[in-house]
């Protein structure tokens, strides 16, 4: 029972992660690029968010190509 919880509860947070990565993902390509991280950062802290985002992305991009996927394992 408790096995069954646990996947549907990773279910509904998995779902929810997708939908707001989508909002994020602005040209609905699955990615999340440098240019549309530098866009959302630069709105929401100025531009200082170019200089988060250049350093953000090498730390989220788990598989170094450039882009930040939706990963679910």
Do not use: H, W, Y
């Not at 929810?16 to 609905?28: A, C, E, W």
């Not at 999340?32 to 090498?58: F, R």
């Amino acid at each position: 029972m408790d096995e069954i919880c646990n996947k549907s509860i990773l279910s509904l947070v998995t779902a929810r992660l997708k939908k707001q990565f989508s909002i994020l993902d602005v040209n609905g390509d699955g990615r999340i690029s440098l240019d549309e991280l530098q866009s959302l950062l630069l709105e929401s802290m100025g531009d200082e968010g170019i200089t988060v985002a250049n350093n953000l992305l090498p730390l989220i991009d788990m598989d170094n190509n450039g882009v930040i996927d939706f990963l679910v394992s």
